[in-house]
Each structure stands twice: as C-alpha cells, then as structure tokens.
C-alpha cells in the first residue's frame, strides 16, 4: 500500500502533462462519478479543474454535466471524463450509472460537518447500488481556503478515508494546484490499477532511477 501510495503520489506530482486534444489518439478513457451533498462544490471544482472558470455564485445543478481532460503520461494520452449529475436523475439511474463508471469521487465541504457526516451513507448508498463492485474512490474535503470556519479537520477527513477504504485529499477552487490534486489522484490509481505485475514492477524501477538522478543533478 505505501508502496502504491508513492508511485501514485510521484505520478500525480510529476508526470501529468496536459495533451493537445488535435494532436494524438486517445489511448485510454477513464469515466469519474463525482458525488456529494448540495453546495459543497462538485460542479465549481470540475469547471475550475477543465475549464479554469469559477464564480462563487450559488448555481446549482439542474442538468447532468460532462467535464472533459486531457493528459499526457508516458507518451499515451488519457482522457477522464468526469459526471457531475443531477441529484434527481443520479437516484433513479444510480445503478445503470455504477455499473460502468471507474472511480468515484465524493465530496464534502470542510466548513459544513453534516456534509462530512454524511459520507458513510454516500459509501453504502454506492456499494448496494453498484452490488457490491470494487469502484476506485476518493473523499474529497473541498474549500479549504475558507479556513477560519472550517469545521472538520485533516485528520478526521483521512481517518475516514482510510476507514472507507478511499484514497483522501482536500481541495479548494482558489488555488488551482489544490483544485487539480484530488482528480490527478484518483487518476493515478486508475492508471495503475490497469498496470499488470510486470509493467507495475518497470514504472517502479523508472521512478526509483529518475529520483536518483534528480537527486544527483540537485547536488551538482
Ligand atoms: N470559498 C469557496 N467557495 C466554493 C468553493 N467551491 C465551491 N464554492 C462555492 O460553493 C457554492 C456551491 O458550489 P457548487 O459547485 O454549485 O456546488 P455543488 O456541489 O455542485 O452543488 P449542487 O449542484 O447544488 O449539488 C457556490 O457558491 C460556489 O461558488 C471553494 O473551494 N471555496
Ligand atoms: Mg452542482
């Protein structure tokens, strides 16, 4: 698991490059459901994360939105749609929709518990939906920069994680490296999930000679 937890923080950090959407085939598409309580800023993350826009405006959502990606990563370009759905239309379609997504993403927002508190009825709502399948899935503790009235700590967001079985981060729509982790994060594991044994083994030896050389150049 720490193991996993470097690599996919290394990727994350070091190797997304965004493609050029004319310029090469998409070699690999990976669909992320984003889920969480009204108002804790699904659609104002996904429109900061691909669109760079945000407006701190209240606009909730009344129609399904699909945000758009590109990447670049080891020379394969990699697209990750992301399904901002309607609340309405998720309840009656959640099974059809669980059945083909690849990760989850569920936010909550650090200044409001009861949208924390409600993550474990997110989780089961999920997992009795989707019966039962393993969906790759992140807890994302959004509007960080609202410090002064947050309300529910680091520790308790990654203790819950951890107790969901989900990769963790918070998030803000103001800074956009804090806007970007949680979808690179969640797209690292996709990536390396699809790895088999032998080229998870390579991207590990890849990483571990590329650190040294930075090590050695930072030296120099
Ligand atoms: N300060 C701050 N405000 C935010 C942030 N993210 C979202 N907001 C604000 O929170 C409000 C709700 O954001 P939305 O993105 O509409 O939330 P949502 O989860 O999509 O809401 P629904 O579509 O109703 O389910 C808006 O006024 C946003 O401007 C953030 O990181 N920081
Ligand atoms: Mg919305």
């Known amino acids: 698991m720490e193991l996993f937890n470097n690599i996919s923080k290394w990727i994350s950090e070091k190797i997304f490059q965004e493609a050029d959407p004319n310029k090469n085939k998409i070699i690999k598409k990976y669909e992320v459901l984003v889920l969480g309580d009204r108002g804790v800023g699904k659609t104002s993350l996904c429109q900061r994360f691909t669109k760079d826009s945000f407006s701190l405006e209240e606009n909730p959502t009344t129609a399904n939105n699909l945000f758009t990606k590109l990447y670049r990563i080891f020379d394969n370009d990699i697209q990750l749609d992301l399904l901002d759905i309607e609340e309405g239309y998720y309840k009656i379609h959640c099974t059809d929709i669980l059945s083909t997504i690849d990760g989850i993403m569920i936010v909550y927002d650090v200044t409001k518990p009861f949208t924390f508190h409600k993550l474990e009825k ?32 680091s520790e308790e967001g990654e203790e819950k994680a951890f107790k969901l079985d989900s990769l963790f981060t918070e998030s803000n729509c103001i800074h956009f490296e804090m806007t970007e982790k949680p979808f690179k994060h969640i797209l690292s594991k996709l990536i390396i999930n699809d790895l ?24 120099e």
């Open 196 to 219: 088999n044994e032998e080229n998870r083994n390579k991207l590990r030896s890849s990483i571990i000679s590329i650190e040294e050389k930075l090590k050695r150049s930072n030296k």
């Open 122 to 153: 997110w989780n089961l709502d999920i997992q009795e939906k989707s019966n039962y399948r393993y969906i790759p899935q992140i807890i994302v503790g959004n509007k960080t920069d609202l410090e002064f009235m947050r309300n529910v700590d």
